[in-house]
């Protein structure tokens, strides 16, 4: 198992522009989670699913939209890029949603806005 | 302040303890974990505690949590330079979506 990948590693984007941070997990989790990071701060919230088809607002949203066609896929997009959009983002999966299940997390995305 | 606060750096030298610190404010809290992220890499579950404990051990590994005081501690016995990452503190309620997370503490082990 892969586990959670992500892609890009890197990017760079002009303010205003747009872009998608994929995320696939090969675990077959229903749960899927998007956090940020910011320097010195924990990860916070964007936005989860709980299946496909289903998809509900974390603790960040605003600036962000997310989709979930497939239990695999988890994709994040970044509408009109701000520099306050500057962060790690990282996708996460879990087996379960009440319980002690942990979260599996991918490698990040680390975006820069400029 | 944030929910979990946590120190950003901790430096030991190999073989000695390690103790990481951290403080959450909900009292609600049902879980408590530590997560550990390397260069390059997502974050790893090390380990958790239900609230209803105040100690689990693991090999190396012991958490004590304070949950009157709100304090979980992660201790690494006989520190390793391979030990040497991030160290993310995190709790939650029942339900996977209001996990909140420490800024991570940065322990570096020297030789």
């Known amino acids: 198992n892969a586990g959670v990948t992500q892609t890009p590693k890197f990017r760079i984007l002009k303010i205003g522009q747009s872009m998608t941070l994929q995320c696939t997990q090969d675990m077959n989790h229903n749960y899927m989670y998007w956090y940020r990071q910011d320097p010195g701060m924990g990860l916070k919230l964007i936005y989860y699913s709980v299946g496909a088809g289903i998809t509900d607002k974390g603790e960040v949203p605003n600036g962000y939209n997310v989709s979930r066609s497939t239990t695999e896929d988890f994709p994040l997009r970044l509408e009109l890029a701000a520099p306050s959009q500057t962060s790690v983002y990282f996708c996460?999966?879990?087996?379960?949603?009440?319980?002690?299940?942990?979260?599996?997390f991918g490698p990040g995305t680390r975006l820069t806005v400029t | 302040g944030e929910d979990v606060e946590q120190s950003l750096f901790l430096s030991v030298r190999e073989g000695d303890s390690s103790v990481i610190n951290c403080t959450y404010t909900?009292?609600?809290?049902?879980?408590l974990y530590w997560y550990k992220q390397e260069p390059g890499a997502g974050l790893q579950l090390l380990t958790y505690i239900f609230s209803n404990m105040d100690m689990k051990q693991d090999q190396r590994l012991t958490v004590l949590l304070n949950k009157k005081d709100k304090h979980l501690s992660l201790r690494i016995a006989d520190t390793q330079t391979g030990d040497s990452a991030i160290y993310f503190c995190?709790?939650?309620?029942?339900?996977?979506?209001?996990?909140?997370f420490g800024a991570g503490t940065r322990l570096t082990v020297k030789p």
């Open positions: 995190a709790a939650r309620g029942y339900n996977n979506n209001d996990m909140r």
């Open positions: 996460a999966s879990s087996p379960g949603l009440a319980g002690p299940y942990e979260q599996y």
């Open positions: 909900d009292s609600s809290s049902t879980y």
